[in-house]
Every structure is written in structure tokens, then in C-alpha cells.
């Protein structure tokens, strides 16, 4: 075997190894996408296609939700973007990670999930290895560990419709895993306080179907509005402590 | 089917494009302030809202309705301070959910 072969056997076993955690996470919440799907009426082949193209969890939770309950494809990709807005935010901080890379630039932010974002910003690249290529290949895990889950759970839901009803709930359990990951992470109670005020203004005020948007644009309202005052707050905890 | 595909393509295009957005943009410039203040606080503030929005059809006299969702809510957020395992807290909140929908 050339030194270059060996090489790339260990930069997809390193690949492989640091892409575990993800596995487990796509594949479980990928069978629950499939079974979502094929029990909710839609055709087998929607979970593994938008695994493939999609690729955004939570969005194609919502995307499979609205097409089935026969929502307009406008009201679909305005919730899309609000929902993966937060995309944005991830690219800027990977900005300098990924400029090196050349071919497979395009690939690399075209994957960048949540998931892959936590790795690629928490790891550490393998000595010896390029970072651009093992993040290429880290982020090909993911998305075939995702399609894998997705896949197997549409044949499985095809093969034996069993009762799922409240399955998909497993989708507001993984909300809330990753509010617990934000709130061990943003000690602060600004963006919580906000987002429940404009929860409760939207509740009160628009209909469900228009809830998630209000919401978001309230709580970004309030932010900026308390903008100041919260960083007066804060300079003077600061200043104390 | 048409349907299914052209919305599959609109997402697919959406997604893309808000991951594609920050290399176009900031590949020669720094980003302004204002979005690095939303880029602290978005995150904690999208999850939030997307964990209230399952109580988005909530009406006062069908309360006890919004049990199982509020019970799931709260085991998969305390597995996941106590143990931080993501599968642990996920099942743990769907099972109890499905649980008490078919016992209520």
C-alpha cells in the first residue's frame, strides 16, 4: 500500500471515529423522520430524498408537516428560512476554517447541519491530517449516518404501519435537548425572557399557523429594543464583581 | 407529487442559501456588530420558541389537553441537565409523551 493510501485509510477511520456521537443521534432521529413520514400519509421516498437534498433535520420535520397537512409552498419556504436563519450564524464562525478549501468548498457549507458545526468547531484535527479534507469527510459521515436513518426508517414504516401516533413528538424532545445545551452554554436571561413575552404576545394575538414567524420577529424586536439597556445591566454587574 | 417535489426544491433552495450566505457575503469583510449581537442570541431564542410553539393551538378550557406535551417537555429537558445524554433525553420524553396520550 503507497503512503498516500495509507494516509487516506486513516484519515477516514479518524473520520469515522470522531463522527459517533452524530451517528447515533442521526440515525435514531432519522428512523423517527421516516416513520413521521410514512405515517403521516406522505410517500415513503420524501424522508431519504430530502435527507439527500434538504439535509436539515428539523426543517424537514416542519417541511413534512406542512406538505401533508396542504400548506402552500410560499408559507413553506418563508418558515424554512426562519427556521434555518440560524445557518447563518454558523457560517460566519467557520468562515476561516473553510477558506483553505478548494473543490470541496461547495459540499462543506452545503452539510454544515448544527451537528457538524458542534464537531467541526469542537474538534481537533488528527496530527498529520488536512483539516479541509478531514472536515470533508466528517461531514460526508454525517450526511450518509442521516440517510442512512432516514431511509430505514421509511422502509420500516412502509413494510409495518405501526401505531406512531405521538412519535413525532421526539421532535419537540430534541428542541428541548438543545434549549438545555443553550442554556448551558448562554447563561443569560435576555434571549429566554424575550422569546417567552413574544411567544405569549403570538399565542394571544395571531393564529397557530402564523405563530412560529410572529414569535421570532417579536423576540427580535424586543432584543434589539432592550439592546442597551441590557448591556448597561450587565456593564454594571461586571463592574461590581 | 409535483407538489411534493417543488416544495422538497423550495427547501432545499432556502436551506442552501442561508448557508451559503455568510462565505458570499463576508468573504472580504468583517460582519457588522448588529448581526454579531443576533448571533449570540438567536440560537437560545429560535429553540425557545420552537419548544413553546407545540402549545401553539393551546385553549384555556382544554387545558389538561396539553398534559402530555408539557410532561414530555419537562423529563427530556431534566434528563438532559442531569445525564446530557441526547438519545437518553430524547426517548425518555417521547416515550412518556406517547405514554400519557393514549392513557388520558
Known sequence: MSRKDQLFKGLIKKAFFASIPVMLAYVSIGITFGLVVTASGLPWWFAPLTALTVYAGASQFMGAGMLASGAGIPELAFLTFIMNARHMFYGISVLDKYSEAKKSKAYLVFSLTDETFGLVTSMQVPEGQNPVHFYTVLSALNQLWWFSGCFLGAILGKAMPFNTEGLDFAMVALFTVLLVEQIKQVKRPEPYLSAVAASVLAWLLVKPENFMLVATIVSCILLLVFKSFFKKTYADREKQE | ?104
Open chain 2, 1 to 104: 407529487m409535483s407538489r411534493l417535489l417543488f416544495g422538497i426544491l423550495a427547501m432545499t433552495i432556502v436551506t442552501v442559501f442561508t448557508r451559503a450566505i455568510p462565505f458570499i457575503v463576508f468573504s472580504k469583510r468583517d460582519p457588522p456588530k448588529l448581526l454579531i449581537f443576533l448571533e449570540a442570541y438567536l440560537p437560545p431564542v429560535l429553540m425557545t420558541i420552537l419548544v413553546l410553539s407545540t402549545f401553539k393551538s393551546f385553549k384555556i378550557d382544554e387545558a389538561y389537553s396539553q398534559i402530555p406535551a408539557l410532561a414530555g417537555i419537562i423529563i427530556s429537558g431534566a434528563l438532559h441537565f442531569w445525564r446530557r445524554n441526547v438519545l437518553l433525553s430524547i426517548a425518555g420524553g417521547t416515550v412518556l409523551f406517547m405514554l400519557l396520550s393514549r392513557l388520558l
